[in-house]
């Protein structure tokens, strides 16, 4: 940093203090969320009601399009070649068989790309989504061991595919730093996420630790892991002129276009993304490089470009988790009472992307201590760029920090879920805000008479059952409620009594669109059938980024905000003629499709009635919601009690779930169906981490090796027992429809809770994932 932008930065974090305080030190009513949503008190029926997937039928039939599914006229298919070697520059490139090859239609390599900016990368400013910022294409320099070094545009994708092998690259290699271990002794930099440091000290925690009367000190370690979304990442694309339409496949679509619009010099407007289905993003579908090579590679051959990633290509361009190496630490009074927590460590990052993986998150607010400290730091390789998956940060470090709080209960001889019980913070322990709605402990109690933890044997490989050693274990479950900037709806109210809802928002499968619709119809006070929710597309209000657990409030927001600009206008509308005559918009709501007074619900007017009336044929409102202040003036998390039994087999020493329970604490569930399966799945996809997952990179040449699924292993269905999923159901009284986030909350806890089992099952602790059989033997 030079000295200008070290004064910026200092002035810029004094205002943020500042401004902080003043948040902090606000009146509730000041802030969003200061008054209760009125739905919260709203028991009409469709909020919380298991509705099924209003998008279901059309996915079974096979009629919801996804990215690599819009035919364009004159399409042509791409394939990426990828380098093989981690860093220096392109010797030689022979492209002239890929050229003669048939079907191809042009070969783009750094010799013939378009002129481009590198992305912005993601999350440092409000609508960037590159998940790296290195020239793309421009030049012959390599970065990383799988960089694309060249895109084939042919006639069919078998083509391209075929035309791709025939393209012969040799390099001049240069050293590298491919091993964590060197990458460690170069030395280590502190790391910032979404521009805090991830450091925070309270007390002397180190004396606290050396003076406590029982204590554990441990090391826990968890591998990279690749994403696997079921559909990989894909995109159709097509130049109009100066503008470019992408079919994209994507949990950011106007993040992707105002980047994509950066990257090729373009006014954002000159980029329309779609994104109307996506099969799964967990963090990894925003901006990568294949959508840029796609566009401009469509930009070259005046033709537009379907560019589908092969599963290995997936592995090969997009991001995963990274490494980490964690120490916990966590001293006790012998009643069991925390005085010091320490979680420390670090991870493996590149200098061309912002995600150190924040392991530290989840220890900042889980338990009361007297002292903390918490500190990520980086430690720089050349390879490929990491990033957001599902829960980074708490998915892996509640693996360390919920091993260890199991490992100090078994040295205090207390049950586990008591000594968490005994911990619970009054208020933020290392933010001091208040909760804004913490249930934990209702939770604790409601999972562990439902999952009979009464039965647990606390004696390490105690019980037996032939060749199966049998233990529960447990684990807390923490994420955080966020709330974006930049969200914003529209209303558009026909008079024959139907509303069409749009955010520019996404549906990656959890069921937002269900969800969504069953909320703007509560709030309108419509049927289902008479309300339309409209999404995926940049062209829609609101910049609102499917992730961080985020959305659904994000969106909330926002349609809180454009019903109120409704109800007002139709207020107006309503004149003086009408049973609503001299109400203001804070005291009227949607009901019986209509308005009316909320304390005095005869007070009503049909909407068709007030527009019939008005003469008008429909209404449109659109508004923004205000910036997220709530999330500093309140400590705003998702909780959950997990529990795991497993059987490790003592001849083999495989290790199988067999059963599982998630309780959860996230406010008020909104579909109870949908909402199910988000917990679920989150717990299978940990049941990977703590089992199977790891992608295995060679520390020589900085290369993932097992780039595919044969190799790569996630849970299948005979990896999964059947798992049970309840909730406190307890509404947030500050957040829109009294909801938290449950999209990355089911992860969380998952390994520790595994780890802690197999514990208890065998009496052998693994610091140290995946739990793969040979840790056992
Ligand atoms: Mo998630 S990792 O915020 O998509």
């Not at 271990?181 to 910032?192: D, F, H, I, S, W």
């Not at 490089?289 to 401009?296: E, K, P, R, S």
């Amino acid at each position: 940093m030079s000295i200008v932008e070290n004064a910026k930065a200092a002035a810029q974090g004094a205002a943020q203090t500042v401004m902080k305080k003043a948040i902090e030190l606000a009146p509730d009513s000041w802030l969003p969320g200061g008054k209760p949503d009125p739905l919260i008190r709203n028991k009409h029926g469709l909020i919380g009601a298991p509705i099924s997937r209003i998008d279901g039928p059309l996915k079974v039939q096979g009629k919801a399009k996804f990215a690599a599914e819009f035919p364009l006229q004159g399409m042509v298919y791409a394939a990426v070649a990828f380098s093989t070697m981690p860093k220096g520059r392109i010797a030689a490139l022979d492209t002239g068989a890929a050229e003669a090859a048939p079907g191809v239609v042009l070969v783009m390599t750094y010799r013939n790309a378009p002129r481009m900016q590198p992305m912005p990368l993601f999350l440092t400013s409000e609508k960037a989504a590159g998940g790296d910022n290195l020239p793309i294409m421009q030049d012959d320099r390599i970065h990383w061991n799988g960089q694309p070094i060249a895109v084939v545009l042919a006639a069919s994708q078998e083509q391209a595919d075929h035309a791709k092998s025939l393209i012969r690259a040799t390099y001049e290699v240069e050293p590298a730093i491919t091993a964590f271990a060197e990458a460690k002794a170069q030395g280590t930099e502190p790391g910032m996420f979404m521009g805090q440091p991830l450091k925070a000290e309270i007390g002397d925690a180190e004396a606290a630790l050396a003076a406590s009367p029982v204590s554990i000190d441990a090391e826990y370690t968890t591998p990279r892991h690749s994403h696997n979304a079921i559909e990989p990442h894909a995109a159709t694309l097509a130049w109009n002129g100066d503008e470019l339409i992408v079919h994209d496949a994507t949990q950011a679509v106007v993040h992707t276009a105002w980047s994509l619009a950066n990257v090729f010099g373009l006014d954002e407007k000159q980029v329309r993304v779609t994104s109307p289905y996506v099969g799964g993003g967990f963090g990894s579908k925003t901006l990568w490089q294949h959508q840029v090579l796609g566009a401009a590679a469509a930009k070259l051959a005046g033709r537009p470009v379907r560019i589908a990633l092969s599963r290995e290509g997936v592995y090969r361009m997009v991001g995963g988790r990274t490494v980490t190496e964690q120490r916990v630490a966590i001293g006790a009074e012998v009643d069991g009472r925390f005085t010091a927590i320490i979680h420390t460590g670090t991870v493996a990052m590149t200098r061309h992307n912002a995600m150190p993986e924040p392991f530290i998150l989840p220890t900042r607010g889980a338990y009361a201590a007297d002292s903390f400290k918490l500190d990520v730091e980086v430690a720089y390789m050349d390879m490929l760029a990491n990033t957001f998956m599902r829960a980074p940060g708490e998915s892996v470090g509640t693996f360390g920090l919920e091993c260890a709080v199991d490992e100090l209960a078994a040295k205090l001889g207390m049950d586990p879920i008591e000594l968490r019980i005994g911990n619970e913070p009054e208020k933020d322990p290392t933010e001091g805000t208040p909760f804004s709605s913490r249930h934990i402990v209702e939770a604790w109690r409601a999972g562990a008479e439902r999952f009979g933890w009464s039965q647990r044997n606390p004696s390490p490989g105690a019980v037996r059952k032939g060749e199966w050693l049998i233990g529960m274990g447990c684990a807390t479950a923490t994420y955080p409620y966020y709330r974006m900037p930049g969200g914003a709806a529209r209303i558009t109210l026909t008079k024959d009594g139907h509303a069409r809802v749009e955010v520019a928002a996404h549906e990656m499968g959890m069921g937002t669109a269900t969800a969504q619709t069953q909320v703007a119809a509560e709030r309108l006070g419509l049927e289902l059938d008479q309300v339309s929710f409209g999404y995926g597309d940049s062209i829609m209000p609101g910049a609102v980024l499917a992730g961080g657990s985020q959305q659904t409030a994000s969106i909330g927001a926002a349609v809180i905000a454009a019903h109120h600009a409704l109800v007002a206008e139709l207020l107006k509308l309503a004149g003086n003629n009408s049973p609503l005559a001299g109400l203001n918009a804070d005291e009227v709501g949607g009901l019986d499709g209509g308005l009316a007074k909320l304390d005095e619900p005869e007070r009503h007017e049909s909407y068709a009635s007030i527009l019939a009336r008005a003469q008008r044929d429909e209404v449109v409102v659109e508004a923004a919601a205000p910036p997220p202040m709530e999330t500093q003036h309140w400590s705003m998390h998702s909780y959950g009690g997990m529990f795991c039994e497993a059987r490790v087999n003592a001849v083999t020493g495989e290790t199988r779930i067999s059963r599982f329970l998630g309780s959860f604490d996230c406010g008020r569930i909104l579909n109870a169906k949908t909402a199910a399966s988000q917990f679920r799945g989150g717990i299978i996809m940990g049941l990977g981490m703590a089992l199977m997952e790891e992608t295995q990179f060679d520390e020589r040449r900085g290369r993932v090796m097992n780039p595919s699924l044969a190799e790569y292993h996630v849970p299948v269905h005979l990896d999964v027992p059947e798992i049970d999923v309840v909730w406190t159901d307890i509404p947030d009284p500050h957040t829109p429809m009294g909801a938290h986030g449950i999209g990355e909350i089911g992860i969380t806890g998952t390994g520790a809770a595994v780890a802690n089992a197999v514990f208890n099952a065998t009496g052998k602790r693994i610091r140290d994932l995946p739990l793969t059989l040979d840790k056992l033997m």
